[in-house]
């Protein structure tokens, strides 16, 4: 899609409010899942996932660093950075799926949840000054699989919306 940077402004500061909103929410809703610590719903990523499918990698990109930015903010430096690599490496790899090949939501979401968590555990692992934090990994990447099937389905249901907007 092609707009006007007037309305890639304003594009990206609606998405960025939702991805914000619906990061709080999941953090609202956690606790009534009983999830594994590490393990979040990751539903501003459905948010990503539709900047890089109808708009562009910049946007995404945007998108992410942005998010980051405010969980440094509100939930402390350790927070954004983990958010920031984790955010990274999912749009890494979900950009170069649509590039280079034509994924379904289904494998476009859970490589972008299993990158993220990939992601976290490196900036973790850097802070920690150890691989320890890898350990957990095995846990995060079942994780990643089942919370990717959930967004792609919530990707395909947002969707036509989203295509008459």
Known sequence: MKLKKSHTVAWTGMLLALCLVLSWLES????????APGIKLGLANVVVM?????LNVRQGLGLVVLKA?????????????VSLCGGLL???VMA??????????F????SGAIAHNIGQLIAASILLGSSLAMGYAPVLM????????????????????????
């Open 69 to 81: 930015l405010f969980g440094g903010i509100t939930r402390g430096a350790v927070a954004g950075m």
């Open 28 to 35: 609202a809703l956690v606790p009534f899942f009983g999830l």
């Open 142 to 165: 079942i994780a990643g699989l089942i919370v990717g099937g959930v967004n792609s389905l919530l990707l395909d249901a947002v969707l036509p919306a989203l295509k008459r907007i």
């Open 96 to 105: 170069g799926l649509l590039r280079f090949a034509k994924p379904t939501n």
């Open 107 to 110: 494998v476009l979401s859970s």
């Open 90 to 92: 999912s749009l890494v």
């Open 50 to 54: 539709y900047t890089l499918l109808y």
